[in-house]
C-alpha cells in the first residue's frame, strides 16, 4: 500500500516505454532508408521514342470482379513526347493527350501477319487488348491452322464418331456399377420382424429447417 513507491516505479516503467518507442521509431526509419536505397539501385530506366506504342498499367483493376482474364494492362497508346523526369505524354485512339509516369508503361510488341495485321485482328476484325502472350498464342495457332476443310471435316467425323463410342460404353459400364452395387446391398439387407413388435416408420419427407432441427 505504499502508494509513493508504486508511483516512482510506474515513472519509471512510462520513462522506459518512451525510450522503446524512440528506439523502434529510429529503427524503422533506418530500415526504411535503407529498403529505399536497394529499391532504387534496382530501377532499371526505361527509353520510349515518339510514335511507340506502349501499355499502361493500371493498379485500379480488381482482377476477380472484372473477370480472371482481363489484364491490368491498357492499352496500346501512342508516345507524343518524353521529359528529362520521367513524365511521358500519351495519346489514345480518340486522339487524347494525357501524362504519366513513365515507370507505369511498358512497350507493346504486337506480332504481324503477312498482311500486315494482328492475328486477332485477322480472325475478329478488331483489335485486341489482351496481353502480348495471349497475342503470341493466337499467332502461332494461326500458323497451325489447318486449311483442307475437306481434311478437317472428315477428321472431326471421326473425332464425334469416337466421343458417341464413349458415351455408350460410359454408359453400360455405369449400368452394370449400378446393378452390382444393388446386389451387394440387397445381400445385407436382414431385417426380421415378428407380430406384437413394435417399429419405427422412417420419414423421408420431413425437411428439418422447416419443422425444427430437432
Known amino acids: 500500500m505504499d502508494f509513493e513507491a508504486v508511483g516512482t516505479k510506474r515513472k519509471v516503467q512510462l520513462s522506459k516505454l518512451d525510450e522503446w518507442c524512440d528506439k523502434a521509431y529510429h529503427n524503422s526509419k533506418i530500415y526504411k ?34 473477370g480472371k482474364l482481363r489484364s491490368k494492362w491498357e492499352g496500346s497508346f501512342k508516345v507524343i513526347s518524353t521529359s528529362s523526369h520521367g513524365v511521358v505524354t500519351l495519346q489514345n485512339d480518340e486522339g487524347m493527350l494525357f501524362k504519366v509516369n513513365g515507370h507505369c508503361l511498358k512497350i507493346f510488341l504486337e506480332p504481324k501477319t503477312p498482311l500486315g495485321m494482328s492475328p486477332y485482328q485477322l480472325v475478329y476484325g478488331k483489335t485486341c487488348h489482351l496481353s502480348v502472350e495471349l497475342k503470341f498464342k493466337a499467332h502461332w495457332a494461326i500458323r497451325r491452322w489447318n486449311m483442307d476443310f475437306e481434311a478437317t471435316g472428315t477428321k472431326r467425323k471421326m473425332y464425334l464418331s469416337e466421343l458417341d463410342e464413349w458415351h455408350e460404353k460410359a454408359y453400360h459400364n455405369a449400368k452394370i456399377y449400378k446393378e452390382r452395387t444393388k446386389r451387394w446391398h440387397d445381400k445385407r439387407i436382414e431385417k426380421e420382424f415378428a407380430s406384437g413388435d413394435k417399429v419405427l416408420l422412417f420419414n423421408s419427407r420431413v425437411k428439418l429447417f422447416r419443422h425444427g432441427k430437432l
Do not use: M
Open 33 to 66: 532508408e535503407r529498403i529505399k536505397r536497394w529499391h532504387d539501385k534496382r530501377i532499371k530506366k526505361k527509353e520510349f521514342t515518339p510514335r511507340d506504342k506502349v501499355l499502361l498499367f493500371n493498379s485500379r483493376v480488381k482482377l476477380f470482379g472484372h
